[in-house]
């Protein structure tokens, strides 16, 4: 009986304890902004374009005379419990935007912009 009372004791400090918490947030890759993805003009923006104004693409990949550039960008909200001893990176929440364009004879023949929240 006095194991119950106390493991019930203990459960409810860590309890209380646990609920304090800090969220932190974790970027993997360039930021990736819609307004800067429509700017691109099918037929009209060229390689170079793309390039100057996103960066070194994530992947690069060539077939059937297409290169596709891929960017992508991940945001994570990281909780954290006791002042930041404990993470927690499963519940906290994740944010990927990933911009993917066609290339075709050094011009933007099409791009998808999809931004995906878990």
């Known amino acids: ?3 119950i009372v106390f493991l019930a004791a203990l459960l409810a ?3 209380g304890c646990s609920t304090v918490t800090a969220k932190t947030t974790k970027a993997e890759g360039a930021k990736l902004e819609k307004e800067a993805a429509l700017k691109l003009k099918p037929g009209i923006t ?11 693409p994530a992947e690069t990949v060539t ?9 992508v960008y991940t ?3 990281i909780k954290s419990y006791f002042g930041g001893t404990i993470q927690d990176e499963v519940t906290g929440g ?4 990933t911009l993917e364009v066609v290339i075709k004879n050094n011009i933007v023949d099409s791009y998808k912009f999809k931004k995906i929240e878990e």
């Not at 060229?46 to 070194?56: W, Y």
């Not at 077939?63 to 960017?71: D, H, Q, S, V």
């Not at 994740?94 to 935007?97: F, G, I, Y």
């Open 1 to 3: 009986m006095k194991k």
């Open 13 to 15: 400090l860590t309890a």
């Open 46 to 56: 060229s390689r170079e374009a793309v390039i100057s104004a996103f960066g070194a």
């Open 63 to 71: 077939e059937n005379g297409e290169e596709r550039l891929k960017y």
């Open 75 to 77: 945001e994570k909200q």
């Open 94 to 97: 994740k944010e990927t935007t």
